[in-house]
């Protein structure tokens, strides 16, 4: 039975985030995500933010991951090659009253240590951003988008390069603590490690309950999102968030661009009983335009191409308010099990730094010696449609692949689909092609280039199209034959 030092259960953004930190040291860690891919849970579905840190009260665990995160991105980003766009946003107040809650705000912010906060007044804002209606606002300079993914997957393929074993389809099913180490179940067999990291989102209680009696509750909360096609970009610069909304600790319906040049309307907040309960509701799709037009008068209802939700894990109950601190702890009873509870917003911002005080935990119980041949990831390439025309003639004339383009919407040839389809992690469905080339993201939403990738992919790895899956082991694309097939 292969022994580790450290077992993370849970590849979402906190799990590859320590994972990629251990990287850097002589361990033998491991990964378990039950999902196909890293990022497959509530770190693909948020709003993509990094936040500054003028949210959360002072003092608090939120509030002191998410500034040290926020100060240490971009320096990430330059090593691992995900892209960041320092754009900045406004929190809106539409009137005289709202206006007082930005004062608080500010002065949050301020005593957070967050720099550069400045109230406008409405007409200052229109020069910026001339579409949008506002009495005055707060400028937030130190706030950013990135790709919650393209983070996701940057920090544990990079880990992966320098020799922490992700297991992708691998749940953890059963726990146990003997003696110095613990015995992990898996779907796919039987681990030891001497240290345990719960880092599984809103499964936190059931990975903890397996050791020992939780003394808290998850409450999932549900934010549902409407996509805008990147035609309609230029509506807004920046992040355009309201006033926040005084109950269950939310940011309220917010405008924000993403990396890729789509614009996000959401997220709602609604508590929920499932936390796989991941349903889009034509209900919220309204509201949430509706409040969005509220804010950008010149929205159109056409710009709509999806809708997506993400669950928050929540450890306070709606009646309880709906905010909580984190909770990052090693455990009282189980010596070894480090868990990380309630890890919502502003969670994808603050993991670099929840990554660091991780490592620093579990430096008390292993001494952490630097590996010399620790590797740092090179800096993203180019895509084919971002190059010259020249740099694309050249590439083309080396290989015919880059001059076929499978994705339309996104322009996104052959050559790249086929390095998706190799990446460290070894993600093979539909979805780890999407998130990390793109091919599928544009306003065909994959209607068109689908059909190519699952071709593609079938040739790639020599396997029947029938064990292609969109996302998971659960979704087929495709169930037997509707006609015998034809020799030619
Ligand atoms: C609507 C919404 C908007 C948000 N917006 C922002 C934002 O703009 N900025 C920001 O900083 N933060 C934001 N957040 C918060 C951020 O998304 C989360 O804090 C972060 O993604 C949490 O990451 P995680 O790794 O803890 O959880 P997850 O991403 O959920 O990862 C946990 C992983 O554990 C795996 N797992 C669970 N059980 C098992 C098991 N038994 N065996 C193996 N694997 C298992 C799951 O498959 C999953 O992949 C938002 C969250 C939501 C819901």
Same mark, same amino acid.
């Given at each position: 039975?292969?022994?580790?030092?450290?077992?993370?259960?849970?590849?979402?953004?906190?799990?590859?985030?320590?994972?990629?930190?251990?990287?850097?040291?002589?361990?033998?860690?491991?990964?378990?995500?039950?999902?196909?891919?890293?990022?497959?849970?509530?770190?693909?579905?948020?709003?993509?933010?990094?936040?500054?840190?003028?949210?959360?009260?002072?003092?608090?665990?939120?509030?002191?991951?998410?500034?040290?995160?926020?100060?240490?991105?971009?320096?990430?980003?330059?090593?691992?090659?995900?892209?960041?766009?320092?754009?900045?946003?406004?929190?809106?107040?539409?009137?005289?009253?709202?206006?007082?809650?930005?004062?608080?705000?500010?002065?949050?912010?301020?005593?957070?240590? =967050?720099?550069?906060?400045?109230?406008?007044?409405?007409?200052?804002?229109?020069?910026?951003?001339?579409?949008?209606?506002?009495?005055?606002?707060?400028?937030?300079?130190?706030?950013?988008?990135?790709?919650?993914?393209?983070?996701?997957?940057?920090?544990?393929?990079?880990?992966?390069?320098?020799?922490?074993?992700?297991?992708?389809?691998?749940?953890?099913?059963?726990?146990?603590?003997?003696?110095?180490?613990?015995?992990?179940?898996?779907?796919?067999?039987?681990?030891?490690?001497?240290?345990? =990291?719960?880092?599984?989102?809103?499964?936190?209680?059931?990975?903890?309950?397996?050791?020992?009696?939780?003394?808290?509750?998850?409450?999932?909360?549900?934010?549902?999102?409407?996509?805008?096609?990147?035609?309609?970009?230029?509506?807004?610069?920046?992040?355009?968030?309201?006033?926040?909304?005084?109950?269950?600790?939310?940011?309220? =319906?917010?405008?924000?661009?993403?990396?890729?040049?789509?614009?996000?309307?959401?997220?709602?907040?609604?508590?929920?009983?499932?936390?796989?309960?991941?349903?889009?509701?034509?209900?919220?799709?309204?509201?949430?335009?509706?409040?969005?037009?509220?804010?950008?008068?010149?929205?159109?209802?056409?710009?709509?191409?999806?809708?997506?939700?993400?669950?928050?894990?929540?450890?306070?109950?709606?009646?309880?308010?709906?905010?909580?601190?984190?909770?990052?702890?090693?455990?009282?009873?189980?010596?070894?099990?480090?868990?990380?509870?309630?890890?919502?917003?502003?969670?994808?911002?603050?993991?670099?730094?929840?990554?660091?005080?991780?490592?620093?935990?579990?430096?008390?119980?292993?001494?952490?010696?630097?590996?010399?041949?620790?590797?740092?990831?090179?800096?993203?390439?180019?895509?084919?449609?971002?190059?010259?025309?020249?740099?694309?003639?050249?590439?083309?004339?080396?290989?015919?692949?880059?001059?076929?383009?499978?994705?339309?919407?996104?322009?996104?040839?052959?050559?790249?689909?086929?390095?998706?389809?190799?990446?460290?992690?070894?993600?093979?469905?539909?979805?780890? =092609?999407?998130?990390?080339?793109?091919?599928?993201?544009?306003?065909?939403?994959?209607?068109?280039?689908?059909?190519?990738?699952?071709?593609?992919?079938?040739?790639?790895?020599?396997?029947?199209?029938?064990?292609?899956?969109?996302?998971?082991?659960?979704?087929?694309?495709?169930?037997?034959?509707?006609?015998?097939?034809?020799?030619?």
């Amino acid at each position: 039975m292969k022994n580790f030092h450290v077992a993370i259960v849970g590849g979402g953004v906190i799990g590859s985030a320590i994972a990629w930190e251990l990287s850097k040291y002589k361990l033998d860690v491991v990964v378990f995500e039950k999902g196909s891919d890293v990022a497959s849970c509530t770190s693909k579905a948020n709003s993509g933010v990094i936040h500054s840190g003028i949210n959360s009260p002072t003092g608090s665990l939120k509030a002191r991951y998410c500034v040290e995160g926020n100060k240490i991105l971009q320096s990430l980003a330059d090593k691992l090659g995900f892209q960041i766009k320092w754009i900045g946003k406004y929190v809106i107040a539409k009137n005289e009253e709202e206006a007082k809650e930005l004062e608080r705000l500010k002065k949050l912010g301020f005593d957070n240590k =967050v720099p550069g906060l400045e109230i406008k007044d409405g007409s200052e804002v229109k020069i910026k951003e001339p579409n949008v209606s506002c009495y005055t606002a707060l400028w937030v300079p130190t706030a950013g988008i990135i790709s919650p993914y393209e983070f996701t997957i940057a920090f544990a393929e990079n880990a992966v390069e320098n020799n922490v074993n992700f297991l992708l389809e691998t749940e953890v099913i059963d726990l146990k603590k003997i003696k110095d180490h613990f015995l992990i179940k898996t779907n796919k067999g039987e681990y030891q490690s001497q240290l345990l =990291v719960n880092a599984t989102g809103l499964y936190c209680r059931k990975i903890d309950a397996m050791l020992e009696e939780p003394d808290f509750q998850v409450y999932p909360c549900r934010g549902e999102y409407l996509v805008l096609d990147k035609n309609y970009s230029n509506l807004i610069n920046s992040m355009i968030y309201p006033v926040p909304p005084k109950e269950l600790g939310v940011l309220g =319906v917010h405008i924000t661009p993403t990396i890729e040049g789509n614009i996000l309307l959401g997220p709602s907040a609604e508590f929920i009983g499932d936390p796989d309960d991941k349903r889009t509701t034509k209900d919220m799709m309204k509201t949430l335009f509706n409040e969005s037009k509220e804010i950008l008068p010149a929205l159109p209802e056409k710009a709509v191409i999806n809708a997506f939700s993400g669950i928050r894990c929540k450890l306070a109950s709606p009646g309880e308010g709906g905010w909580a601190d984190y909770r990052i702890e090693e455990s009282k009873n189980t010596h070894g099990l480090i868990n990380l509870l309630g890890i919502e917003s502003p969670g994808l911002t603050g993991a670099p730094a929840i990554a660091k005080e991780i490592t620093r935990m579990i430096s008390k119980f292993i001494e952490l010696k630097n590996k010399t041949d620790f590797k740092i990831r090179k800096v993203k390439k180019k895509s084919f449609s971002e190059m010259t025309a020249k740099e694309q003639s050249d590439l083309i004339n080396k290989d015919e692949r880059w001059g076929r383009i499978v994705c339309r919407c996104e322009h996104i040839t052959e050559a790249e689909v086929i390095e998706a389809l190799t990446n460290p992690i070894g993600a093979q469905t539909l979805s780890s =092609v999407k998130y990390r080339c793109r091919a599928g993201m544009g306003r065909c939403q994959g209607g068109f280039c689908s059909q190519h990738i699952i071709r593609i992919m079938e040739k790639q790895f020599n396997i029947d199209v029938n064990k292609i899956n969109l996302k998971s082991p659960r979704s087929n694309l495709f169930y037997g034959r509707t006609r015998e097939k034809v020799n030619d």
